[in-house]
């Protein structure tokens, strides 16, 4: 009989220790800033390199990209959802109960924000895979909020395009794919809420 009450104490409290455990999990993946976070990979026409993006992240808390004098090309800034040693890297599982990602930003022009999956066995994220996205309007003057449900993301920003899958992420890309001279973005936060 004292066997078995030790079995359920342990059995119960192993059960208690897990639910707690998936709990934590789950706060985890909610309220991520990836501005704090997470390095960040600038490819394309700008002033600024990998290194200097990052030191000034560190150092005032906002990433700022500018577009180099005549431009030829498109300008890519990205950031890994989980922190990796490269630009690209394993896809995270967020949590069924993320609902959407807020961004605070400043930009001149319009910005394409692509949402990289993985690949279909979850090992990697591979260049050329799905790319939902959205667009962040124009917002010169002032830092802006908006919230993107996860749902807004559709294959190639098309409407009836495939959801973003976000039990596959790999990175977020932020495309201004016909840059002028001058053109700048600044992001404060980016969270995975």
């Known amino acids: ?8 104490i342990g059995f119960l409290i192993f059960l208690f220790a ?3 455990f ?25 002033n600024e390199n990998k290194e200097t ?8 808390g906002v990433i700022k990209i ?4 005549n431009p030829t090309g498109e ?16 896809p995270v599982n967020l949590s069924k109960y993320s ?3 807020s961004i605070t930003y400043k930009s ?14 979850g090992t990697g994220c591979v260049h050329g895979g799905s790319h939902p996205r959205v667009d962040l309007p124009v917002s010169a003057k002032k830092f802006s909020t908006i919230k993107i449900p996860w749902t807004a993301f559709k294959q190639d920003g098309n409407p009836n395009g495939k959801t973003l899958n976000i039990h596959n992420l790999c990175k977020f890309n932020f495309v201004n794919y016909n840059p002028v001279s001058g053109a700048f973005l600044e992001i404060k936060s980016v969270v995975i809420e």
């Open 18 to 20: 897990s639910l707690s």
């Open 53 to 60: 993006i990052n030191l000034i992240r560190k150092e005032k």
């Open 22 to 46: 998936a709990s934590a999990e789950q706060l985890l993946n909610a309220n991520i800033d990836l501005v704090k976070i997470s390095t960040w990979y600038i490819a394309g026409p700008a």
């Open 1 to 8: 009989m004292k066997a078995a009450s030790f079995s359920l």
């Open 66 to 69: 500018t577009a180099k004098d």
């Open 108 to 121: 001149s022009h319009l910005i394409k924000l692509q949402a990289r999956e993985g690949n279909a066995d």
């Open 99 to 101: 609902k959407y990602l």
């Open 75 to 90: 300008i890519e800034l990205n950031v890994m959802v989980k922190e990796s040693d490269s630009n690209d890297g394993k």
